[in-house]
């Protein structure tokens, strides 16, 4: 049935990751609602908004970083969730 | 670190949230029509597929082949020095054009229907109207530029040529939107304001600056966001008139990703090329849309 989307399995735990995030994301709103407030980003972010700003800085990195240097993409990963911490912290 | 202090979100456990459910329809659609289709891209991006049986994981390597090649690289900024080229010239001549649009009287609906005129046709179309209109032979624009003021004009053969027909052809598509949208926003001041500047004998620019332009802030604001989104995706009119060339001069990131899905049937580079375009249409658009929503607060 899913044979025309030629799964493979480091995408499968991908996207198994992110929709996990979703769902942690969605508990933790349940248990403790999100507040809004300003960080270094200068926006008013609750915490998804940060999420999201941080995945999506992450795929800039990594997309950056494979642009230019031939270097181990596992350090581009590391440096990606570097930034996707220290976004979701203090952004 | 500053606190804003208590958001309305923050009393979402007690209220009755039920009414959830009625996004479902939107979320089902949504992927079947995007979720779904985006994935099997993801996964045509790192593998080299021949039938779905036959196929080779290759991790990020189309990743690496798409962002060092130059044609790609060169096509990304021939994109975006024409979506800067069209913002630039659109949004001036649109406001320009709202500003002299009638504001009551029966040559309203005259001018509306004029000026909406161009947004009625389908894109093709367009592109066709302008492949004959440009043309030196049998062309009306064409022929006239090459005999009136006797430049030598053939957007078939010279590079220049092709791009000024297809920049001159998306303003000719498109300003009417900013024009529409700016037209409204003007409509939208309220009368007061115009007589305390007819009091204060203040000049037709002074109204214009001080009184229309900041009041347009949010219409321009779309205008804007609308515009470079459409002209940074142009496909449908270049692809007809010029084809991306001659050479490579108008072939901007659509074409060129289609030649290399469609054309050459390499659906992995293209769909590292598809993930690539679409992580940076999306961060402009959250850009704008940040800028959109929050810039009153």
């Not at chain 1, 915490?47 to 990195?61: E, P, Q, T």
């Not at chain 2, 593998?47 to 196929?55: A, C, G, K, L």
Request: proline share 5%; aromatic share 12%; glycine share 8%.
């Amino acid at each position: 049935m899913f044979e025309w989307m030629v799964w493979t399995v480091p995408t499968a735990l991908v996207f198994a990751g992110l929709a996990l995030l979703l769902v942690a994301m969605a508990v933790w709103a349940r248990l403790s609602p999100p507040v809004a407030r300003r960080g270094f980003l200068r926006i008013e972010t609750d915490r998804g908004d940060r999420l999201y700003i941080g995945l999506i800085s992450a795929a800039v990195v990594l997309a950056g970083w494979i642009a230019v240097t031939d270097l181990s993409m596992w350090l581009a990963l590391g440096c990606a969730l570097l930034v996707v911490v220290v976004i979701g912290i203090w952004g | 670190m500053t606190e804003v202090g208590e958001e309305p979100r923050a009393d979402l456990k007690r209220r009755n949230n039920r009414a959830w459910w009625l996004v479902l329809p939107v979320v089902v659609s949504v992927a079947f029509t995007a979720v779904i289709p985006l994935m099997t891209v993801v996964n045509f991006s790192v593998q080299d597929v021949f039938t779905p049986s036959d196929r080779i994981f290759v991790g990020l390597e189309w990743f690496r082949s798409i962002t060092r090649d130059p044609e790609v690289r060169s096509a990304f900024v021939r994109t975006l020095l024409f979506s800067a080229q069209v913002l630039l010239l659109e949004i001036p001549l649109g406001v320009a054009l709202a500003v002299c649009m009638p504001r009551r009287g029966v040559w309203v609906s005259v001018a509306l229907v004029l000026v909406a005129l161009p947004l009625l046709i389908p894109w093709n179309v367009v592109g066709t109207i302008w492949q004959i209109f440009a043309r030196g032979d049998i062309g009306l624009g064409g022929w006239a530029v090459n005999h009136v003021p006797g430049v030598d004009f053939n957007y078939t053969l010279d590079s220049t040529d092709a791009w000024i027909t297809v920049l001159v052809m998306d303003v000719w598509h498109w300003t009417p939107l900013v024009a529409l949208l700016a037209y409204a926003g003007l409509r939208s001041i309220p009368e007061p304001y115009f007589q305390a500047a007819q009091i204060d004998a203040a000049s037709a620019w002074a109204t214009f600056r001080h009184i229309q332009l900041p009041r347009l802030r949010g219409v321009l604001t779309i205008a804007i966001l609308l515009r470079f989104m459409d002209s940074f995706m142009i496909y449908t009119e270049p692809f007809v008139v010029t084809g991306g060339g001659p050479g490579n001069a108008t072939s901007f990131l659509s074409i060129l990703l289609s030649k290399i899905a469609v054309g050459q049937f390499d659906l992995g580079p293209a769909g590292a090329f598809s993930l690539l375009y679409f992580l940076f249409v999306q961060i402009l658009c959250y850009v704008f849309f940040t800028v959109l929503t929050r810039s009153g607060r």
